[in-house]
Nanobody, 123 residues
Framework: QVELVESGGGLVQAGGSLTLSCTASARTFGRYVIAWFRQGPGKEREFVALVTWNGAGTVRADSVQGRFTVSRDNAKNTVWLQMSALKPEDTAVYYC????????????????WGQGTQVTVSS
């Protein structure tokens, strides 16, 4: 069982930066792949980025390549999503999610989810 809590969302102007945090309750945090998804107004939930179990590898969606960075510190049970050069189309609720088994981009591969944090980018 893993409980995930996101924080760091807010309102930012286009071109600005924001860092989201995802903190987990699990003592075996290092066993989980952690991914970020987002759901914009009227849109389906989409994959943003993920980080592997030990943090050595990351995968990012094409839409955020070069702008977003994902990292983790297993000693702190925390994953970060550093977002820069934000665009209005990045406006969404951002969720972190965990699974033990795969580096999947599909949301249905993830068992544990946080409650989400709102990011709003004004133009």
């Amino acid at each position: 069982q893993v409980e995930l809590v996101e924080s760091g969302g807010g309102l930012v102007q286009a071109g600005g930066s924001l860092t989201l945090s995802c903190t987990a309750s699990a003592r075996t945090f290092g066993r989980y792949v952690i991914a970020w998804f987002r759901q914009g107004p009227g849109k389906e939930r989409e994959f943003v980025a993920l980080v592997t179990w030990n943090g050595a590898g990351t995968v990012r969606a094409d839409s955020v390549q070069g702008r977003f960075t994902v990292s983790r510190d297993n000693a702190k049970n925390t994953v970060w999503l550093q977002m820069s050069a934000l665009k209005p189309e990045d406006t969404a609720v951002y969720y972190c999610a965990a699974n033990e088994k795969s580096l999947a981009r599909e949301s249905n591969a993830y068992v544990y989810w946080g409650q989400g944090t709102q990011v709003t980018v004004s133009s």
